[in-house]
């Protein structure tokens, strides 16, 4: 007998979607069904598919997070550079990124937060360094890398360039520029899709 299909008995879902079999239902607002439904549309993924990499996300994103932004006094670290910055540009009218006086303020006000939070006493060399500048000053006698790795201005300003040299690479041929704008979650994925999040935000965001 040919016709009526048996409930369930539709296309079975492939991939992260399939092998599922709990049932889950609720009301949800017009505006936010029409939301689902337009990105359903765009992506060619059922209104179900949606609701649950959304659902997913919800309890992934936190864990995203921590990976990419560290322990919790480092993540703390990053909310005071949030907090201030977000604070800056409500009172400036201006992105820091985009305008000189901003991005100028922003800097002396971190230099604060950090000196406030952070511990200084003696400055003293962690031995992770020495062990590290000790074998790669072995391996090159004729260089100096003892007086960039034990002076923490200097360090710093290595670790920053490293960075930076990084955030270049993107921008060669196949750039982050031909590439569509990652979103917060897919950001989190890698630390190249992290790269490639702060390098389309801050390049790509509305001027202003």
């Known amino acids: 007998m040919?016709?009526?299909?048996?409930?369930?008995?539709?296309?079975?879902?492939?991939?992260?979607?399939s092998g599922k079999s709990a049932a889950f239902s609720t009301r949800i607002t017009p505006e936010l069904r029409a939301a689902l439904e337009k990105e359903s549309k765009e992506t060619g993924k059922s209104l179900s598919q949606?609701?649950?990499?959304?659902?997913?996300?919800?309890?992934?994103?936190?864990?995203?997070?921590?990976?990419?932004?560290?322990?919790?006094?480092?993540?703390?670290?990053?909310?005071?550079?949030?907090?201030?910055?977000?604070?800056?540009?409500?009172?400036?009218?201006?992105?820091?990124?985009?305008?000189?006086?901003?991005?100028?303020?922003?800097?002396?006000a971190l230099n604060i937060a950090i000196h406030y939070f952070g511990s200084w006493g003696e400055v003293r060399v962690p031995d992770r360094l020495e062990e590290q500048a000790a074998r790669m000053q072995a391996a090159s006698p004729g260089a100096d890398f003892g007086k960039f790795m034990k002076d923490p201005a200097d360090y710093g300003a290595h670790r920053a360039n490293e960075f930076v040299a990084g955030i270049e690479f993107l921008e060669r041929p196949n750039n982050i520029r031909r590439q569509k704008l990652l979103s917060d979650s897919e950001a989190f994925q890698s630390d190249e899709a992290l790269s490639k999040f702060i390098v389309g935000t801050l390049q790509q965001g509305d001027e202003q």
């Open 2 to 17: 040919t016709g009526k299909r048996e409930p369930g008995a539709g296309r079975k879902p492939k991939g992260e979607f």
């Open 50 to 108: 949606i609701v649950e990499r959304r659902l997913r996300d919800s309890f992934d994103h936190p864990e995203r997070w921590k990976r990419a932004l560290g322990a919790g006094h480092v993540r703390a670290l990053a909310y005071v550079v949030a907090k201030i910055a977000t604070d800056l540009e409500m009172r400036t009218g201006r992105h820091w990124h985009k305008d000189a006086f901003t991005g100028s303020a922003l800097k002396a």
